[in-house]
């Protein structure tokens, strides 16, 4: 399961559709260094998104 704290890096392994729906959300630089570092809360402050949206759109089954 994704979490807030879970690394970019990391859900795009967890999840073979994360890439496209971070893209979707204006995640473009998924493939940055910051990406290694960064979790999915900080990208989400980052980006001015909704952390609980992004969370359930990528543990969707």
């Known amino acids: 399961m994704i ?4 690394l970019i ?3 795009i392994k ?3 559709k994360a890439a496209e ?3 979707n959300y204006g995640m ?5 260094p910051s990406a290694q570092m960064e979790n999915l809360q900080q990208a989400c402050e980052i980006h001015g ?3 609980d949206e992004v969370l ?4 969707e089954k």
Do not use: H, R, W
């Open 3 to 6: 979490t807030k704290d879970t």
């Open 9 to 11: 890096a990391d859900i």
């Open 14 to 16: 967890i999840n073979p």
């Open 21 to 23: 729906i971070l893209m």
């Open 28 to 32: 473009g630089c998924i493939g940055c």
């Open 49 to 51: 998104l909704s952390l």
């Open 56 to 59: 359930n759109k990528l543990n």
